[in-house]
């Protein structure tokens, strides 16, 4: 099994940075890829940000030159850089993993609010 643990949310206000942390332990091996979604009230669930084994990423369009998922293998971490924060960015955030052969692991989530 894959646990993940997010952490590095609160609030910020328009304009400042947080840095999201997913530690992710248990049987890592067939994870293919990683991402962070996020999820406002009353809205669907989106992807925010994608990185494959391969090191490839991938964003939405809203996040695009202003967040960047990073993976630290030795530490077993992904990471999530948010820079120039919206009130629109508020949102709960998850950690996924893609997992061969079996279903996806999802994190507890992270509450993000950015406010003034």
């Known amino acids: 099994q894959v646990q993940l643990v997010e952490s590095g949310g609160g609030l910020v206000q328009p304009g400042g940075s947080l840095r999201l942390s997913c530690v992710v332990s248990?049987?890592?091996?067939?994870?293919?890829?990683y991402g962070w979604y996020r999820q406002a009230p009353g809205k669907q669930r989106e992807l925010v940000a994608r990185?494959?084994?391969?090191?490839?990423?991938n964003y939405t369009d809203s996040a695009k030159g202003r967040f960047t998922i990073a993976r630290d293998n030795a530490k077993n971490t992904v990471y999530l850089y948010m820079n120039s924060l919206k009130p629109e960015d508020t949102a709960v955030y998850y950690c996924?993993?893609?997992?061969?052969?079996?279903?996806?692991?999802w994190g507890q989530g992270s509450q993000v609010t950015v406010s003034s």
């Open positions: 990185v494959d084994i391969r090191g490839t990423t």
């Open positions: 248990g049987s890592i091996f067939n994870i293919y890829a």
């Open positions: 996924k993993a893609d997992i061969l052969f079996l279903a996806d692991c």
